[in-house]
């Protein structure tokens, strides 16, 4: 034991001092936050150059629905001609010209915004709208509704559909679909880059070890078997420390950047929303339900009722027994071979079921209790993604456990099965082993 | 003398072929025991059993007088001939990190290792990267923390290669001493100059069994002819119709004034009635007995 220790703590150390550990350990959560905050700092951004707008009007509709903004203003030029007003483009120092058509059975026959640099789809849009509505109002007064006025701004509603799941004592609790949804796609990622990342990190740390040939002076030193332990374990605290400078180091720039960059009430309201913008991305949802029930005042219900201590500790026990499993398989894989290139066909039985995991993984993001989700989230060897993309939405504790010691269990097996081809393996120079040679190194050793 | 490590009839298959078939070797404490064989004989094999790198598949492995045990390994060094190190690891950590794995403390590696790389002229070396090294250099740090610990017994497999003519003199001069500091050494390799040179007892191994052991010089001389070499002066005279019955001539040359006649015996015993016989007629300047070089031994025994 005491020189399994001595080894990882090699592993841990020459990893942990080398310069791509540093720049991807400090840089990732610069990169991190400047995702979160970039989109809300753009947000935050207002166009805010003055822009004049001429208006040509022969529909007659358009004085009352064209409203000057802050930054628009639209003047009223009924005596010019369109080729005048754009002769005078510069002059006048406009931003463009719009002409509108006639009204012809209650519809404008055209509109049309003439300019000389590409206009602002903003201002496309609130054209548009105003227009819209005023085409609309102007269809209903045919039909001399009295009061309509007042009608229609008592018509004006808005629904929020609201979910709220009850636990077996008839709590009741509500649920973010959309936010879990980003917690489930941020963590089941997270395991699945986690495990590939630091089990290749293993495989070519054992390859290292191999083709330097310094192998053969360490096994007479230490069994196979602690070689390979120390070796998992050792990049296992890498990984663990690495997790654990990003939380916090993003956490920590995100707090400074908002202390001086932009006020915190439209960075509170931002957060929530950049989970979200990810799984609208993965859901096709639609943009304006999504957001309804993330208004700022909804964000601490919305935080509260994110189970942080389950998801945190149910990620670090999943990213630890998943990479126990892969990286022990990962080991065998590198002891089995001399040099990296050789290592794709036998790498494929790894890849198989992790791809196949996070697949499923995609599904459970929308249909987290279906019948794949639930037996994706119970077999081992996908259970570790599977599983975290559940978790956000909460997962009976009696799956937990069958799921965790399901997975501990078959880490044991691959473990023992793992060692006898890694004690084989390393010692074996020369071409390539096929499966059906490993199958021996399993049933000989 | 006893044996520090006697192997006993061990036997290793692997799925395809059989690798050691019953063999036996007994190493003698405070000797130097060379293990010999062609390519692919089984001397590996036999080095990583008794590493316990490689379990055997019946026969035992005896050390310090009992059943070697998991522990020994702190009392063995070995340096094996597929050696390599970390290249991106610091020389001296690298050091220190491989003689950790042997047993010794943080402390005590670094404080032995200091002077051992003084002695071996590479102390500057100790914070630069194993990548920058030559091989020769790497070599020395590779001996260094094979002899580090102390151990009693010392495995070398093809020491010299990758050394120049003087560091392998230095290596050569170390081996000595440790053999006269009272360690046990088994030295396997091709040199068969260095095993006449360096080893007290050898054991030939090809094609997975034992086919001779014993000390160097008994095995040379029984494997001599009993030929010997006549070197005399006489310009006139012929050995040849001189030689008494039961002497055949082999060959003569003409060596710097000296004629050298080589002679067959059909036993070694009375030499003496051979010189008394040609000491009459011509003059004597030299009497050798012909033993064999190890490396006709290994031709003649192997092929």
Not at chain 1, 27 to 47: C, E, N, Q
Not at chain 1, 146 to 175: F, Q
Not at chain 1, 182 to 188: D, E, N, V
Not at chain 2, 16 to 34: F, M, Y
Request: with cysteine.
């Amino acid at each position: 034991m005491n020189k399994t220790f001595i080894i990882i703590e090699r592993e841990f150390l020459t990893r942990v001092r080398k310069k791509s550990f540093l720049l991807t350990t400090f840089l990732t959560p610069i990169a991190l936050a400047a995702l979160m905050l970039i989109p809300t700092y753009i947000a935050t951004l207002k166009d805010n150059e003055h822009k004049e707008i001429a208006v040509i009007d022969h529909s007659g509709l358009a004085s009352s629905a064209l409203e000057n903004s802050e930054y628009t203003t639209y003047t009223f030029e009924p005596a010019k001609s369109l080729d005048s007003l754009k002769k005078n483009f510069k002059q006048q120092n406009l931003y463009a010209v719009l002409e509108i058509g006639q009204l012809q059975n209650n519809e404008l026959t055209s509109v049309n915004l003439y300019a000389q640099t590409q206009t602002n789809l903003d201002v496309q849009h609130s054209i548009e709208q105003a227009l819209r509505n005023e085409v609309e109002r102007h269809k209903l007064e045919q039909y001399n509704i009295a009061g309509l006025d007042t009608i229609l701004t008592s018509i004006k509603s808005n629904v929020n559909v609201s979910t709220i799941m009850w636990d077996e004592y008839g709590k009741e609790k509500r649920s973010y679909t959309g936010v879990y949804m980003g917690i489930a796609i941020a963590s089941g990622m997270l395991i699945y880059f986690f495990i590939f990342m630091f089990g290749n990190m293993v495989m070519r740390g054992v390859i290292e070890e191999k083709s330097n040939r310094i192998m053969e002076v360490l096994v007479s030193s230490v069994k196979p078997f602690e070689l390979m332990m120390g070796k998992i374990l050792g990049i296992a605290a890498v990984g663990l420390l690495q997790f654990a400078l990003w939380i916090l180091l993003t956490l920590g720039i995100v707090a400074i950047a908002q202390l001086l960059l932009v006020n915190p009430a439209e960075i509170m309201a931002a957060k929530p929303a950049i989970a979200d913008s990810v799984s609208m991305m993965a859901a096709g949802g639609d943009p304006a339900q999504m957001t309804s029930h993330l208004l700022p005042s909804n964000v601490a219900d919305i935080l509260n009722s994110i189970n942080f201590t389950a998801i945190l500790t149910s990620f670090l026990l999943y990213f630890l027994l998943g990479y126990l499993l892969y990286a022990s398989l990962f080991a065998a894989v590198g002891s089995a071979v001399e040099n990296e290139t050789d290592t794709q066909q036998l790498v494929l039985p790894i890849t198989v079921p992790i791809i196949l995991g996070i697949f499923i993984t995609m599904h459970t993001f929308n249909y987290p209790n279906s019948a794949l989700s639930f037996w994706g989230s119970i077999i081992p060897f996908t259970s570790p993604m599977v599983m975290m993309a559940r978790v956000p939405f909460g997962v009976p504790l009696w799956q937990l456990a069958l799921s965790l010691g399901l997975l501990a269990l078959t880490f044991v097996g691959v473990v023992w099965v793992a060692g006898k081809i890694y004690h084989t393996g390393v010692l074996m120079y020369g071409k390539r082993p096929s499966f059906k040679e490993i199958w021996r190194w399993i049933r000989h050793s | 003398m006893s044996a520090l490590l006697s192997a006993e009839n061990i036997v290793k298959k692997y799925a395809n072929h059989l690798a050691l078939d019953n063999v036996s070797v007994s190493v003698e404490q405070g000797c130097i025991h060379g293990l010999l064989g062609p390519n692919g004989a089984g001397k590996t094999t036999l080095i990583r059993i008794i590493n316990q790198i490689t379990a055997l598949d019946s026969g035992q492995v005896w050390f310090d007088g009992r059943p070697i045990q998991p522990k020994d390994v702190q009392k063995i060094g070995y340096l094996p001939e597929e050696r390599g190190l970390y290249k991106k690891m610091q020389v001296g950590e690298q050091a220190v990190y491989l003689a950790r794995l042997k047993g010794l403390s943080h402390h005590d590696a670094v404080a032995q290792l200091k002077i051992w790389f003084d002695k071996f002229g590479i102390g500057s070396w100790w914070n630069r990267k194993v990548e920058e090294l030559s091989k020769g250099m790497a070599q020395k740090v590779q001996f260094i923390v094979t002899i580090l610990h102390r151990p009693k017994l010392l495995i070398f497999d093809e020491p010299f290669s990758g050394f120049d003519p003087v560091n392998a003199n230095l290596l050569k001069q170390e081996i000595l001493a440790l053999k006269d500091q009272g360690s046990t050494i088994i030295f396997s390799t091709h040199n068969m100059a260095s095993v006449e040179e360096l080893c007290d007892y050898i054991t030939l191994i090809n094609k997975s069994k034992n086919i001779l052991s014993g000390a160097t010089d008994e095995v040379r001389r029984k494997h001599g002819s009993n030929v010997v070499e006549i070197g005399y002066t006489n310009k006139s005279i012929e050995l040849q119709p001189l030689l008494p019955e039961g002497y055949t001539f082999v060959s003569e040359e003409q060596k710097g004034g000296i004629r050298l006649a080589k002679v067959a015996c059909s036993s070694s015993s009375d030499c003496n009635v051979l010189l008394q016989k040609i000491m009459s007629q011509v003059e004597v300047k030299s009497y050798n007995e012909i033993i064999p070089s190890m490396n006709d031994i290994f031709i003649k025994m192997v092929s």
